[in-house]
């Protein structure tokens, strides 16, 4: 049984990570205002990773190896350029709620990708519904028959998440299959560096770096940019490494669920966006779809042991996320 101690610190742990992490969106949304989104998220995450890396040697973490770097380069890439990357470029034209509900969806493109890997094991029929009825929810939320005009969303902007979400399974379940895996806090440095690269490279290839002009950029906008530095990146994945080694995975994983309702309020309390009944019944579809496949892979024990969970890859809200 756990004692009260323990019990405190982990609800501390996951109330911090269903705030900060849902409070992500937010916080990207104001960034992206009045900076350029790939630039913003490449410098983001080149800060935080290179802050973790030379944090690492003071609690003797092992050097990594050139395979490591490899294999976390290739992961660091899918997850923050695919993932979080994409996310950022969306959020300039769909709310942050919005965009956190279809994020939601992520653990269906998780299923289908384990699913597809070579070996993968096929889901079960209760599986399959709620991938169905998780989709139904985004395509109601989407509503692609309506134009923005109308209430519609950005349908260039639903794909691309969408496209987000796919990346980021696909890193996902390539980092469980990664050989060699070091330290998590190594591996997240490793995805934050290589990942900041790749989206470094992007923004160069976007014109996003010849666009920025410091004097331009708003208040809020640096306001978010150092929250998603310091509470995204290094408080919130933190956090979520305490919790996969001292919480069963499934009550770990709630932040998928959690992590939407909070972005959605905080979108509707904050920037006044748009909370109307087409927006909550696709939350509750979403979620139900969500809590439906946890549960059953849970009940499958498909769920991945703390010990094989790698960097980033277990962490997406996460925040985009980390």
């Known amino acids: 049984m756990t004692n009260p101690a323990s019990r405190t610190a982990t609800i501390l742990a996951l109330t911090t990570i269903y705030l900060v992490w849902g409070s992500t969106y937010l916080a990207i949304r104001v960034a992206v205002e009045t900076m350029p989104p790939f630039a913003m998220a490449s410098v983001r995450f080149l800060i935080a990773g290179a802050a973790l890396l030379l944090f690492l040697p003071l609690r003797g973490a ?4 050139a395979s490591q770097w490899r294999d976390n380069a290739i992961i660091g890439t899918l997850l923050l350029l695919g993932g979080n990357g994409l996310v950022v470029w969306a959020e300039q034209f769909i709310p942050s709620g919005i965009a956190a509900l279809i994020i939601g969806v ?7 990708t384990e699913w597809a890997w070579p070996g993968g094991q096929k889901p079960s029929l209760v599986t399959f519904g709620a991938l169905l009825l998780g989709l139904s929810g985004v395509v109601w939320l989407a509503a692609p028959w309506t ?3 109308a209430g519609g969303f950005h349908k260039v902007g639903v794909l691309v998440i969408l496209c987000s979400c796919v990346c980021w399974a696909i890193g996902s379940i390539y980092s ?4 060699n895996s070091p330290d998590p806090f190594v591996a997240a440095a490793q995805q934050m560096i290589c990942g900041g690269t790749a989206l470094g490279i992007t923004a160069l290839l976007a014109g996003d770096f010849s666009r920025v002009d410091l004097a331009a950029i708003s208040t809020q906008s640096w306001l978010g940019f150092v929250y998603l530095i310091v509470m995204g990146s290094l408080v919130g994945f ?3 490494v305490w919790l996969i080694k001292n919480v069963p995975p499934a009550l770990a ?3 998928a669920y959690v992590n939407p309702i909070v972005a959605v309020f905080l979108g509707w309390l904050i920037l006044d966006e748009t909370l109307n009944t087409r927006t909550l019944v696709s939350s509750v579809i979403i979620i139900a779809a969500v809590v439906i496949i946890t549960a059953e892979r849970n009940r499958h024990r498909l769920t991945v042991s703390p010990r094989q969970t790698v960097g980033l890859a277990e962490t997406r809200n996460m925040e985009t996320k980390s």
């Open 253 to 255: 994983a709630t932040f």
């Open 106 to 112: 992520g653990p269906l493109f998780i299923v289908l």
């Open 147 to 149: 134009d923005s005009s």
């Open 238 to 240: 933190s956090t979520f």
């Open 62 to 65: 092992a050097k990594p190896t």
């Open 176 to 179: 469980r299959h990664a050989k």
